[in-house]
C-alpha cells in the first residue's frame, strides 16, 4: 500500500487529507497496512503524526526482496543451486517429463484454485486466496490490461500438467510474489524453489528491477533475498474515548499477533498441527479415528521386523516384463505421492502385460518403514513391492534383462511359514533381519545377521 499522489505534493496531500478525516469524522480510528519502510510516504506520516502529538502503534514485518538489476545472475544462482538439494531434484524431476516454465492463459486460474486448495486442504490458510468473494477479484486483475499493475501467474509444468504456480503482481519494475503454490504430490521435488529460480533467471530480461519475495519469516524467502524491507501497519486513533478503547483493543490484539508471527515455529504450529486437527475434527469418519487412535499407539510404543532375503542364482527364462515410463506408471499406481517417491528415490518401474508392476533399485536396499538403507553389491538389484505369485517371473526378467545381474535382493515383513517356504523354493536365503522399535517416537533399528552377502 502507499499514497498515489506526485512526490512534490506527498507530504501536502497527506497532512490534508488527515487533517480532514479528523474534522469531519471525530471518532475514527486509522489502520494502515502495507506501507514500506523504504517508501518515503512512511517517514513523512509519522513526522506528521508527531506534529499532532499523535502516538501511533507500528506493526512491521520483514519483507525480503532481491535487487535483480545489481545481480550477477550466473554467480548469483550458481551460490544457490544446491539450496536444498536443487540441481538433484531439477534432474530428478526431468527424468519424469518434459519440465517447462511459463505464463499460464487466464483460463487456468482455476487449476491455480484447485492447486491451492489441494495444497491447504488440511493446514489452516489465512490468506482467503479462494474464498468465492476473493476469486472474483483475482479474476479481474488478471482481466485488467490497463493501468501500470498487472497481474500475471507464472507457472511449472511437467509435461503440460501444472505442478506449481505464483501469482504475482507487476508493478514499475517491482514484482511482488504475492501467492506460491504447488502440488503436494510433488513436493519432494521441490516444484515451488525450481520455479523460484527460473523467475530468478528471467527477470533482468523482464525488466524486473526488484523482486519482492513478500512478507513473511519462511526460511526460503532467506536463501533467495539479497536484502530485507519492512512492511508496516499503522494503527492510531482520534482523542474521543469511543475511538481510544476500539483503539488499545485493535493495538493489544495486534502485540499478539506480532508475537506469534515472529516466532516461525509457532506460525508452523498453527497451520500444520491446528489446521491438520481440525480439518480431522470436522471430517472425520469412523475409520478415521480408528486409524488415528491406533497411529497414537504406534507413537506411544511400536516394533516393526523386516527380513532381507538374497538370490544368487536363478532361471532366464523369457517373460514378458518391460520397463514403465512415468505416465505409465501413474496409470498402474492410483497414489501419485508414493509413485513420485518411488522415482526419487532411484527406483526404475517394471510391469507385465496386466497390471501387475514391481520397483527395483540398482544401488541400495532401502526400507524407509525401518529406517534401513544399505549399498548393493555390484551386479546385483533390489526389489520392492513385488507379489508372491509373480516373483519368479520378476526375478527370471531382471536376470534376462541383465546378464551380468548375480545378486537379487527383496524384503518382506511377513512372517507367513507359505511365504518363507516359497521364497526358498526360488532360491531366496534369509540373510538379515531389521527391527525397529519406537517408544515415545524415540527409535532404535537392531540389525541382525543370518549370513554375510557378497560384497
Known amino acids: 500500500m502507499d499514497f498515489v499522489v506526485y512526490n512534490h505534493l506527498r507530504e501536502e496531500v497527506i497532512e490534508f487529507v488527515f487533517d480532514e478525516l479528523k474534522r469531519s469524522m471525530p471518532k475514527c480510528i486509522f489502520n494502515l497496512h502495507g506501507l514500506l519502510s523504504s517508501s518515503p510516504s512512511t517517514n513523512i506520516l509519522s513526522l506528521y503524526l508527531a506534529k499532532r502529538n499523535c502516538e501511533p502503534t507500528i506493526f512491521s514485518v520483514v519483507t525480503p526482496f532481491i535487487k535483480t538489476q545489481e545481480l550477477n545472475l550466473e554467480d548469483y544462482l550458481k551460490k544457490r543451486r544446491k539450496i536444498h538439494g536443487l540441481d538433484r531434484r531439477e534432474k530428478r524431476l526431468k527424468y519424469l517429463g518434459e519440465v517447462t516454465q511459463k505464463t499460464s492463459s487466464l483460463d487456468e486460474i482455476d487449476c491455480v484454485f484447485a492447486l491451492h486448495d489441494k495444497r491447504w486442504k488440511q493446514k ?13 477479484f483475482y479474476r479481474a486483475l488478471l482481466n485488467n490490461p490497463e493501468g501500470p499493475m498487472k497481474a500475471k501467474i507464472e507457472a511449472l509444468y511437467l509435461d503440460n500438467q501444472m505442478i506449481a504456480f505464483l501469482y504475482e503482481l507487476n508493478c514499475r519494475g517491482r514484482m511482488i510474489g504475492y501467492v506460491i503454490g504447488h502440488d503436494p504430490d510433488f513436493g519432494i521435488y ?6 523460484d529460480k527460473e523467475l530468478i533467471a528471467k527477470s533482468q530480461n523482464n525488466s524486473i528491477r526488484i523482486f519482492d519475495l513478500s512478507i513473511g519469516y519462511e526460511p526460503y524467502k532467506f536463501e533467495w533475498n539479497t536484502g530485507v524491507d519492512y512492511t508496516n501497519n499503522f494503527i492510531f486513533s482520534s482523542n474521543e474515548w469511543q475511538a481510544q478503547m476500539f483503539y488499545q483493543l ?10 506469534l508471527k515472529r516466532n516461525y515455529k509457532i506460525v508452523l504450529f498453527k497451520r500444520e498441527f491446528i489446521g491438520r486437527n481440525l480439518y480431522f475434527l470436522r471430517n472425520a469418519s469412523f475409520k478415521d479415528w480408528r486409524r488415528a487412535i491406533w497411529k497414537l499407539c504406534r507413537k506411544i510404543y511400536f516394533q516393526k521386523s523386516v527380513d532381507i532375503y538374497q538370490q544368487t542364482n536363478g532361471n532366464k527364462e523369457v517373460v514378458e516384463f518391460q520397463s514403465l515410463f512415468y505416465p505409465e506408471a501413474r496409470k498402474r499406481h492410483h497414489n501419485t505421492s508414493q509413485i513420485n517417491k518411488w522415482f526419487y528415490n532411484g527406483f526404475k518401474p517394471y510391469g507385465d502385460s496386466t497390471i501387475s508392476m514391481f520397483w527395483m533399485h540398482p544401488r541400495v536396499i532401502r526400507v524407509d518403514e525401518v529406517d534401513y538403507l544399505q549399498p548393493l ?55 538379515k533381519s531389521i527391527k525397529k522399535r519406537s517408544v515415545f517416537s524415540k527409535s532404535t533399528t537392531k540389525v541382525s545377521a543370518y549370513s554375510t552377502p557378497r560384497e
Open 377 to 431: 553389491p555390484k551386479n546385483s538389484a533390489y526389489i520392492a513391492e513385488w507379489q508372491i505369485h509373480k516373483l519368479s517371473s520378476m526375478c527370471s526378467f531382471l536376470r534376462q534383462d541383465s546378464k551380468d545381474l548375480h545378486d537379487i535382493f527383496l524384503s518382506t515383513s511377513k512372517k507367513d511359514a507359505l511365504v518363507t517356504k516359497h521364497l526358498q523354493q526360488l532360491g531366496f536365503t534369509h540373510v
Open 124 to 136: 489452516m490458510d489465512t490468506s482467503q486466496f479462494t474464498n468465492e468473494e476473493h476469486k472474483k
Open 190 to 195: 521441490g516444484p515451488g524453489t525450481i520455479l
Open 250 to 259: 485493535i493495538r493489544g490484539k495486534g502485540h499478539i499477533n506480532a508475537v
